[in-house]
């Protein structure tokens, strides 16, 4: 089935330790997206591309950065990860296309601990 | 710009009886709506999405919604609600033209009693 696959599903890094979260699609959707979501909070949109077209929010902090080299990986840099980072972090894509099958597709998620 | 609100963090419910779930959005141009369900540890899920024609749309599950767009509303409906329905549920966003930035509500915690 196509999907929206997130590794690994727990990562524990230690402060400012640099980490990588990744993230790939079998739905060859145009606009992947990264969102944290903390405990009891609603996702918070950090960025998303349109295909190679970054689009930075403007209060994610310079400490995350992303890459996306191909269409079908995306991946989420913390450069130096501080306590207040740990959170769940979902990656989402959608087609990009408007119309009837607009919608988000979610991976499961990464929980990331910072010790 | 959007931006959702959802007026209830939780909201305590007994199995069968029905419930509502609100959500109020503001945004200067028109927009997609959605309602996302998360159970623990796990991502997000589509329950049902409003993009245009009827506003009444089924989703998922037994869940239904009406857009208002006079009240700037697309609040979420079940008639009997199970105790597998217990779950985050999630209002969003999205601009029908421009930006394909989703925004999220805050959430409600619905917890279904026995």
């Known amino acids: 089935d196509a999907m929206v696959i997130q590794n690994p599903r727990y990562q524990v890094t230690q402060f400012g330790k640099p980490v990588t979260l990744s993230c790939s699609q079998t739905?060859?959707?145009?606009?992947m997206y990264w969102y944290q979501q903390k405990s009891s909070q609603a996702p918070k949109l950090l960025f998303h591309y349109y295909d190679k077209d970054f689009n930075n929010e403007a209060d994610t902090p310079d400490n995350f950065q992303s890459r996306r080299p191909n269409t079908s990986f995306c991946f989420l840099d913390i450069r130096s990860p501080g306590l207040g980072d740990a959170a769940m972090y979902l990656c989402?894509?959608?087609?990009?296309?408007?119309?009837?099958?607009?919608?988000?597709?979610f991976g499961s998620g990464t929980q990331l601990s910072v010790l | 710009a959007q931006s959702v609100t959802q007026l209830d963090s939780q909201v305590p419910v007994f199995e069968e009886a029905p419930v509502e779930l609100r959500c109020n959005y503001s945004s200067s141009v028109s927009v997609y709506l959605f309602w996302y369900v998360q159970y623990p540890n796990q991502g997000l899920q589509l329950l049902l999405k409003?993009?245009?024609?009827?506003?009444l749309v089924k989703g998922i599950n037994g869940f239904e919604a009406e857009f208002n767009k006079s009240q700037t509303s697309f609040h979420l409906r079940k008639p009997s609600v199970h105790i597998s329905d217990t779950a985050e549920y999630f209002c969003?966003?999205?601009?029908?033209?421009?930006?394909?930035?989703?925004?999220f509500g805050t959430g409600t915690r619905l917890k279904v009693l026995a």
């Open positions: 969003a966003v999205s601009a029908t033209s421009g930006t394909y930035k989703y925004i």
């Open positions: 409003y993009l245009s024609g009827s506003t």
């Open positions: 739905l060859n959707h145009n606009v």
């Open positions: 989402a894509t959608s087609s990009g296309n408007r119309g009837g099958n607009e919608k988000l597709f």
